[in-house]
């Protein structure tokens, strides 16, 4: 009976796979967004002022990131989380995905977040004129919380890898 249940557990791990495929989705519905707004920001290029176009730009850049973000969890957590992806000898693989385990993949998703927010708090500095205090003091709040978050988890990891060598 354990044995069975052991069985069942281990391969539930199957359930997430539609999930890390539908977001597959999520990134086509990215890239149509992306498209979208470079479709928008071609007719007005020639009148917009060259801080207008930075905020414009860095929301490309947060899309692109975010996409990026997706691959990486995509990816990585199939192969961490569900099975090896078993590619054909000619296809290309990304490098940094045969050596991502669940914890790198955590940093890298955490620097990601960090990035993200960075450019969004990039694109509230810009147009600090039209933005009330208190909503900027909350940008720089959420995006300090993400960077400690991250450098926390960087931390606490770090210690257990030393105390893990020392055992």
């Known amino acids: 009976m354990e044995r069975f249940f052991e069985r069942m557990i281990y391969s539930s791990r199957w359930l997430m ?3 890390y495929f539908g977001l597959s989705f999520v990134l086509m519905m990215l890239g149509v967004k992306f498209y979208q707004r470079i479709f928008e920001l071609m007719p007005t290029i020639l009148g917009l002022d060259s801080m207008d176009l930075v905020v414009k730009v860095l929301s490309l850049l947060d899309i692109t990131l975010i996409g990026g973000l997706i691959v990486m969890v ?3 957590g199939y192969e961490n989380f569900v099975s090896r992806l078993d590619l054909d000898e000619g296809e290309e693989k990304p490098r940094w995905l045969s050596t991502m385990d669940s914890d790198s ?3 890298k998703v955490a620097a990601s977040i960090v990035a993200i927010s960075t450019i969004d708090l990039l694109k509230v500095f810009i147009d600090v004129k039209i933005i009330p205090n ?3 003091l909350w940008y720089v709040v959420i995006h300090i919380t993400f960077v400690l978050s991250a450098f926390i988890m960087g931390f606490l990891d ?3 890898k030393k105390s893990k060598h020392q055992d």
């Open 134 to 136: 208190d909503k900027l």
């Open 105 to 107: 993949l955590k940093h």
């Open 158 to 160: 770090k210690m257990g």
């Open 74 to 76: 995509m990816l990585a």
């Open 17 to 19: 796979a539609p999930i």
